[in-house]
């Protein structure tokens, strides 16, 4: 008869990104904030508060965007498109700078602490030699 293996599971989760570049290329990053989020409305929620934050500043245009995205369909989109396992995003410009949001959804693995395995015992005091003092880089060796 077969041990039956530790329950495990798995969960959704959203990865979401600020990133704030210095020019309209985005050839320079000035800002980067990144976070996870438990659910769809959570990661756009977080979203919309930014861009509600940035609309004051933002040319009458580009207010416009917005707020339509924030307070309209654009974030309903982003909750359905997260819901069906799909990344979003929005981006919009701030005078010289271009900002974009992402989030994509991740998988989360809630393992059982009885299925991890031992990297270094608990309660030795030995420590590992740093890979750099290998010739090749990558061999490990214990001090």
């Not at 030995?126 to 090749?136: F, G, I, W």
Request: net charge neutral; charged share 20%; glycine share 6%.
């Amino acid at each position: 008869m077969r041990d039956s293996a530790p329950a495990s599971r798995v969960s959704r989760a959203f990865w979401c990104e600020q990133v704030t570049y210095t020019s309209m290329d985005a050839d320079a990053i000035a800002v980067v904030s990144r976070y996870s989020a438990a659910s769809p409305a959570e990661a756009v929620r977080s979203v919309r508060v930014a861009v509600r934050a940035l609309a004051f500043a933002l040319p009458p245009i580009e207010r416009h965007r917005a707020l339509s995205w924030a307070e309209g369909g654009g974030c309903v989109g982003a909750i359905a498109a997260l819901h069906r396992g799909e990344p979003c995003g929005f981006s919009l410009s701030r005078r010289t700078d271009w900002i974009e949001w992402s989030v994509r959804p991740f998988l989360v693995f809630d393992v059982n602490d009885k299925a991890l395995l031992s990297v270094l015992p608990a309660s030795s005091g030995e420590t590992l030699a740093c890979a750099a003092d290998s010739p090749s880089g990558r061999d490990v060796s214990r001090s």
